[in-house]
């Protein structure tokens, strides 16, 4: 049986003027959601994924926001004109993995309205610029309330 669980991304710090969104879909065929421009502070996005809750031993994550193999699942957040912004020297995706996120997790997020599924990343890269690639340090997820 597949249900939801909610998911935050919180970046923060990225370079002020830059356009960050969610991306939705794959490929070419993706629109990026959320968008919005960097300023001082912290940005956040949110969606909802699906999971398996018959196999808690093997987490795996689907939907539209959902990239990657089974075992390899992350998010993108396009950047600059990946996020639809014109007049800018920024093209960039940052990838967030859904990995770590066990079945006890899971099961926190799915009996407690409360819960979110969160994660910090770092906004800002070693070059000064938005943070791209796959994110470094990363963290992990937590389960936190709203």
Same mark, same amino acid.
Do not use: H, Y
């Given at each position: 049986m597949e249900k939801e669980i909610l998911f935050r991304i919180i970046l923060q710090e990225p370079p002020p003027g830059v356009d960050f969104g969610l991306q939705k879909g794959k490929g070419s065929n993706y629109e990026t959601i959320q968008k919005q421009r960097s300023k001082a502070g912290h940005l956040q996005f949110e969606f909802a994924a699906r999971v398996n809750t018959e196999k808690a031993s093997l987490v795996d994550f689907l939907g539209p926001f959902v990239q990657g193999p089974r075992g390899e699942r992350f998010v993108y957040l396009d950047i600059g004109s990946y996020a639809g912004q014109t007049n800018t +020297?920024?093209?960039?995706?940052?990838?967030?993995?859904?990995?770590?996120?066990?079945?006890?997790?899971?099961?926190?997020?799915?009996?407690?309205?409360?819960?979110?599924?969160?994660?910090? +990343?770092?906004?800002?890269?070693?070059?000064?610029?938005?943070?791209?690639?796959?994110?470094?340090?990363?963290?992990?997820?937590?389960? +936190?309330?709203?």
């Open positions: +020297v920024w093209s960039r995706r940052l990838k967030i993995p859904l990995a770590g996120i066990n079945g006890k997790m899971i099961n926190d997020c799915l009996n407690d309205p409360q819960l979110i599924m969160e994660t910090k +990343v770092p906004g800002t890269g070693r070059d000064g610029g938005p943070n791209c690639a796959t994110v470094k340090p990363f963290d992990g997820w937590k389960a +936190v309330k709203r």
